[in-house]
């Protein structure tokens, strides 16, 4: 009896150590797989050549064209916007990249650290401040075109206006204008309507754009009775959408500064735009669109 326990038990006890053991086997055999395909790929990813090198190890780049970022007035669009395909065709090396916006916004991103090659204003206060803090190489700098403020109002001119002393009319509900904070035309609107003894009558209207162009839309869309504008902004509207009233006068003339921006990787290409802004195919465009040579040049 007991000889039958005893064997009964060395048999169970055979069975646990036999399926010990293959576990044991096949835990080693997994870990064995497992790193075998580990080196396997280690060693992939140490013969495998990057896509930036060439067979032989060596930086494979194709070098292209130095892209310079022009920050320029939202007044610029349409001029430089056809002058870059002039620039880039007489400086193929170079490429051109815009970033239009009010003056006054443009040179806070500058003040910030934005990665800007060369500014162009349409006032010379924010160069002026830019100057002052080194923001700008000071030999760089030059006037090269002049601009003029004029009154629109929407196509049809539903309430008659045929003056800036109209604007007080009660009929005139809303008067569109650049922010004077940060907007060169809405500082110059501001500017004339002050001159005219109307600011205090008219402020309470008006409603004011982020830019020129903004501006621009609310007179083209109706959402104002009158706005002021650039002369050339007001060429650049939509076809039988406004109308001049008239000229909107300023004490100063209205000259656009450029300049190279001190924290310029590619000063020379920067140099390069300006020279052909300035140039004879530079004003050339600068004129189609309205734009005049500064008296001061």
Same mark, same amino acid.
């Given at each position: ?9 060395t ?31 280690f060693a992939?990813?140490?013969?495998d050549i ?11 780049t194709?070098e292209?064209p130095?892209?310079?970022t ?17 620039? $880039?065709?007489d400086n193929? &090396?170079?490429?051109? !990249? /815009?970033?239009f916006? #009010?003056?006054? +916004?443009?040179?806070?991103? @500058? *003040? ?5 090659d060369?500014f ?11 100057q002052?803090?080194?923001f700008?190489?000071?030999?760089t ?7 003029s403020?004029?009154?629109i109002?929407?196509?049809g ?5 045929t003056?800036m ?5 009660p ?41 020129v162009?903004?501006?621009l839309?609310?007179? $083209?869309?109706?959402?104002a &009775?009158?706005?002021f !504008? /650039?002369r050339?902004? #007001?060429s650049? +509207?939509?076809?039988d959408? @406004? *109308? ?8 100063a003339?209205?000259?656009y500064?450029?300049?190279?921006v ?18 004879e ?12 040579t500064?008296?001061?040049?």
């Amino acid at each position: 009896m007991n000889i039958t326990k005893k064997n009964t038990f060395t048999v169970k006890l055979s069975r646990q150590k036999l399926k010990g053991s293959n576990m044991e086997h096949k835990n080693k055999l997994l870990l064995t797989i497992t790193f075998i395909l580990t080196i396997a790929l280690f060693a992939s990813g140490c013969t495998d050549i990057p896509a930036s090198e060439n067979e032989s190890g060596e930086s494979a780049t194709t070098e292209g064209p130095v892209a310079i970022t022009v920050s320029a007035a939202a007044s610029l669009t349409e001029a430089f916007t056809e002058m870059e395909k002039e620039f $880039e065709n007489d400086n193929p &090396d170079i490429d051109v !990249v /815009f970033n239009f916006a #009010a003056s006054g +916004a443009l040179r806070t991103q @500058i *003040e910030g650290g934005a990665p800007v090659d060369v500014f162009a204003s349409a006032a010379q206060d924010q160069m002026d401040i830019l100057q002052s803090r080194g923001f700008i190489y000071n030999d760089t700098r030059g006037d090269f075109v002049e601009n003029s403020m004029v009154m629109i109002v929407p196509k049809g001119n539903e309430p008659g206006l045929t003056g800036m002393e109209d604007l007080t009319k009660p009929e005139v509900k809303n008067i569109a204008i650049g922010n004077p904070e940060t907007v060169p035309a809405g500082k110059y609107a501001k500017e004339s309507l002050i001159n005219a003894g109307l600011w205090d009558s008219v402020s309470g209207k008006t409603l004011l754009g982020e830019n020129v162009k903004q501006v621009l839309v609310y007179v $083209e869309r109706g959402e104002a &009775d009158a706005g002021f !504008v /650039f002369r050339t902004d #007001a060429s650049s +509207a939509q076809p039988d959408t @406004i *109308e001049v009233v008239t000229t909107a006068p300023v004490e100063a003339p209205i000259t656009y500064p450029i300049a190279v921006v001190s924290s310029t990787q590619h000063r020379e290409e920067a140099q390069q735009f300006i020279d052909f802004v300035t140039g004879e195919t530079g004003s050339s465009i600068m004129e189609k669109y309205g734009f005049t040579t500064p008296q001061n040049v």
